[in-house]
């Protein structure tokens, strides 16, 4: 992959400020308010392709990366909405990962995120295009006071991810993010033949109804991106832990602090392949770790990421890093990467 980490000096325009870019992207260290009203953010109307973002989530304690607490982050959230949509191109689509919240003490959920989505859908005036539960087993149980100290309640392993559009129909293609075949499926391929006629349920399955081989199979709209049998060969290299453990080295190494709730990168990598194309641009109004940015970049696509904590801005270089058995940090063409790569 061509990409090239050049160095920029500090560039502020209002409140945006240039941190790094690459041959296809690049990130600004900017709240998304600010970007949005900065001539950049004007600039983009109607030309972004695909939104794909996890806000911050409704916590009940405040974080360095900027959350809203409350009713107040349904507000801030739904004020948001009209001019993120405004930036999508006809059709585009915004896929937003929120996860579950819990009120204060109780150990009772929260419905503070679906009603901020929901008022986010209607202020923007989006479609629905449909809801997707990220499943991940391998979380750590939580919240541990109700999940392994009281054994109160289940732990909490999924997050809603919601897809949304300006269109009824926007540009998406399901044969992009295939999943491998079962065993029995591979079996009933190869027998050529298939059980047919009509089912309790009343379809009349035809003879060869199920025996053309489209490569692989539709996939569900629970993402599990734990179990690889489930997952895309076309993502398998965002399932690895590598990417996460360049990006903390990097931090480490340059004393800056981790995001603590750092997207999967298979997540990013399978709505950018099911809703873009190459060349299209993708976009994260709240880029953290920039693991949005990365997958794109990885993809053939075109990237931008706004991060409003600096530090999280600056760390996010270590996504476009990768090891070596020297320990060092070449860029992703193998070639020794410039410590000083950055922006302010």
């Known amino acids: ?43 983009l109307k109607g030309k972004v392709n695909l939104i794909v973002t996890s806000p911050p989530f409704p916590l009940l304690t405040q974080k360095k990366y900027g959350n809203e607490t409350g009713k107040e982050y ?7 909405a009209p001019n993120l949509a405004a930036l999508l191109s006809k059709d585009g689509s915004i896929v937003i990962e929120i996860g579950n919240a819990w009120e204060l003490g109780e150990p ?45 309640r289940l732990k909490d392993s999924y997050t809603h991810v919601w897809w949304m559009s300006k269109s009824p ?33 009343g379809h009349d399955i035809s003879p060869t109804g199920f025996l053309t081989d489209h490569g692989g199979a ?13 997952i895309p060969e076309s993502l398998l290299r965002f399932s690895n832990t590598g990417w996460d453990a360049a990006y903390r080295k990097y931090c480490e190494e340059h004393k ?15 709505f950018i392949q099911l809703l873009t194309d190459e060349g299209d641009l993708v976009m994260d109004p709240f880029a953290g770790s920039n693991t949005t940015g990365a997958v794109a970049e990885e993809l053939k696509r075109s990237w931008l990421g706004v991060e409003a904590h600096l530090p999280y801005a600056e760390g996010a270089k270590g996504r476009f ?22 922006g302010s």
């Not at 349904?74 to 948001?80: E, F």
């Not at 419905?111 to 449909?130: I, M, S, V, Y």
């Open 1 to 43: 992959m061509a990409t090239s980490m050049r160095r920029r000096k500090s560039e502020v325009t209002g409140t945006v400020t240039p941190v790094y870019e690459t041959d296809r992207g690049k990130l600004v260290n900017s709240r998304i308010e600010d970007f949005l009203k900065s001539p950049e953010g004007k600039a």
């Open 74 to 80: 349904l507000n801030w959230l739904k004020s948001l």
């Open 108 to 152: 009772v959920m929260s419905t503070l995120p679906l009603e901020a989505l929901l008022a986010f859908k209607k202020t923007a005036g989006l479609h629905l295009c449909q809801q997707i539960i990220c499943h991940n087993p391998a979380r750590l149980p939580s919240p541990a006071a109700w999940v392994t100290v009281n054994r109160w």
């Open 169 to 201: 129909r926007p540009k998406a293609d399901n044969r992009r993010v295939l999943t491998p075949y079962s065993k029995d499926m591979k079996r009933l391929l190869a027998r050529k033949s298939y059980n047919s006629g009509k089912r309790p349920s």
């Open 218 to 230: 539709i996939p569900a709209n629970v993402v599990d991106l734990v179990d690889t049998r489930l």
């Open 256 to 270: 800056l602090e981790a995001h603590p709730a750092r997207m999967q990168p298979g997540l990013a990598g399978f």
């Open 321 to 342: 890093l990768i090891e070596t058995r020297e320990g060092q940090l070449p860029d992703r063409d193998g070639e020794k990467a410039n410590d000083d790569i950055s």
